[in-house]
């Protein structure tokens, strides 16, 4: 079984800045891919970036430029460098991992981000 466990959401003012980390635990594949995905009020769940293993990043386009994911494959964490935050950031972000993208197999509880002035 694997553990996700997400920390660094809040509230900011549009325009700045948040770090998200995800730390897993548990049977962890040699290989696989860690994301990040968000839910905003009355939307779907979609993707915000995901990393694999081997440190190759990939992101949705709403946040290229502005987002950053990194990953630590010798501690099994991964982080969401977020600036430049608009309101329409606002949502709980959920970290996953799973063996390849988009099969996700395992998913943290999620943290809140709320940017608002």
């Known amino acids: 079984q694997v553990q996700l466990v997400e920390s660094g959401g809040g509230l900011v003012q549009p325009g700045g800045s948040l770090r998200l980390s995800c730390a897993a635990s548990?049977?962890?594949?040699?290989?696989?891919?860690m994301a990040w995905y968000r839910q905003g009020p009355g939307k779907q769940r979609e993707l915000v970036a995901y990393i694999t293993s081997g440190g190759s990043p990939n992101y949705a386009d709403s946040v290229k430029g502005r987002f950053t994911i990194s990953g630590d494959s010798a501690k099994n964490t991964v982080s969401l460098q977020m600036n430049s935050l608009k309101p329409e950031d606002t949502a709980v972000y959920y970290c996953s991992l799973g063996r390849y993208y988009p099969q996700f197999d395992y998913w943290g509880q999620g943290t809140q981000v709320t940017v608002s002035s």
């Open positions: 548990g049977s962890i594949f040699s290989i696989y891919t």
